[in-house]
């Protein structure tokens, strides 16, 4: 009787610790991963804070270096991005599976473009504002996966990287 009350205990603390998925309120998480976009490969590190069961709000810096061509000459470009965005997470009103995370939300942020002197481009450093969709994968209490696809950032068409509760 002791050894399938022990296991009825476990199995319930299990379901909590996973009941915190996503971010619990005042919890945070770091983020780090790759992107898509058409120029190179940016990265990117973040951290979300969960504010609300259902809402979280973070930060991200981001960083990508690619060359084009203008006029038949090659330029090599840097652009970071600093960006907030706030995010509402779908596990409580759709009922879903608690290792799971799917997100919605709005994203702004200032970018600052480095070109050479003698570029005759158009790129310049400014605001950005977009919205990003996601989703994360949780294979423990504190670490996942995650894919999100937006605009308005330097990603352009999303990123994926791993996810670690703090």
């Given amino acids: 009787m002791k050894k399938m009350l022990f296991v009825v205990v476990l199995l319930v603390s299990c379901m909590t610790i996973f009941a915190q998925n996503p971010v619990a309120e005042g919890q945070t998480q770091f983020n780090a991963g790759l992107?898509?976009?058409n120029r190179s490969v940016p990265v990117y590190i973040g951290l979300d804070y969960g504010v609300h069961k259902d809402i979280t709000i973070g930060g991200e810096?981001?960083?990508?270096?690619?060359h084009d061509k203008y006029n038949q000459?090659?330029?090599?470009?840097?652009?970071?991005?600093?960006?907030?965005?706030?995010?509402?997470?779908?596990?409580?009103?759709?009922?879903?599976?608690?290792?799971w995370d799917f997100y919605l939300g709005?994203?702004?942020?200032?970018?600052?473009?480095?070109?050479?002197?003698?570029y005759p481009g158009t790129h310049t450093s400014g605001i950005g504002f977009g919205a990003q969709i996601g989703g994360r994968h949780y294979f423990s209490e504190k670490f996942g996966i995650n894919l999100e696809f937006g605009g308005g950032?330097?990603?352009s068409g999303g990123k994926f990287g791993i996810s670690l509760k703090l």
């Avoid at 810096?61 to 690619?66: A, C, V």
């Avoid at 779908?90 to 608690?98: A, R, S, V, Y």
């Fill in 73 to 99: 000459y090659k330029y090599n470009h840097t652009v970071i991005g600093i960006s907030g965005n706030a995010n509402y997470h779908f596990n409580h009103i759709l009922d879903i599976p608690l290792n």
């Fill in 61 to 66: 810096l981001s960083f990508i270096s690619y």
């Fill in 35 to 37: 992107g898509f976009s």
């Fill in 106 to 118: 709005p994203n702004l942020g200032y970018f600052i473009w480095s070109s050479p002197d003698d």
């Fill in 153 to 155: 950032n330097v990603f």
